[in-house]
């Protein structure tokens, strides 16, 4: 079977080499540029796998290109709202935030030493901010937080509006995995506790039967 490796859309290289030794070919996402309004949305550098790895690209080893970028459908924001209203799903994104490097690197930026490694947030006091227990219980959806971008908002807001805009991505990043699993015959494979969690979770309440696999970094 071929696997896909989510959320993100590159991964390290030892993750890679470890999908590869179990399946035949690992798929991954292009950069997801969401779209949230005319005038916001998430942005990055269009780099994919196959730019840093040309050889496993040509063989068939690594399959890219799907586009997940533009505005959310309004199936996928009905999706998207289903996520932000599970308690549940809400405590493990919190706790990930808390707790797993590797996750609040999705959210917040972090400073690398000169091995490319995570070493602390860019800004702590953000980091610090989106930890706070109370955040985990405001209520999100995606028409809120459309509305929040309307108005000017105080630095207190915006660190609610940036943690809001934190969890429709991760959930838009999550559902168009399990979109593309479900579509392709996938294995979904991530080598992120938090996110592996999340979409555990959303499988099991939406009854969603798919082959979620946590790859254990070890040394790296």
């Keep these: 079977m071929d696997a896909l490796y989510y959320p993100f859309h590159l991964c390290h290289e030892q993750t890679l080499h470890e999908i590869l030794k179990d399946y035949s070919s690992a798929h991954f996402l292009d950069f997801m540029a969401l779209q949230f309004t005319p005038f916001i949305g998430a942005t ?46 809400r405590s493990i994104f919190h706790e990930a935030l808390k707790e797993d490097r590797r996750f609040q690197r999705g959210l917040v930026a972090f400073s690398q030493d000169n091995q490319g490694r995570s070493t602390v947030p860019i800004d702590s006091i953000v980091l610090i901010a989106f930890q706070k227990p109370e955040r985990e219980f405001v209520s999100y959806s995606v028409k809120t937080l459309q509305a929040m971008t309307r108005r000017r908002l105080p630095e207190d807001e915006n660190l609610a509006f940036e943690y809001g805009f934190g969890l429709i991505k991760t959930s838009a990043a999550l559902r168009y995995s399990i979109q593309l699993c479900r579509q392709l015959g996938l294995v979904a494979v991530t080598d992120s506790p938090g996110h592996h969690q999340l979409l555990t979770r959303m499988c099991l ?10 790859v254990k970094r070890e040394g790296y």
């Design 44 to 89: 990055g550098f269009p780099d994919r796998m196959g730019d840093y790895y040309p050889e496993l690209l040509a063989s068939g080893k690594i399959i890219q290109g799907y586009d997940v970028s533009g505005p959310l459908s309004p199936s996928m924001v009905v999706a998207v709202n289903q996520d932000l209203a599970d308690p549940l799903w």
């Design 205 to 214: 309440r939406d009854s969603v039967d798919l082959s979620n696999i946590c």
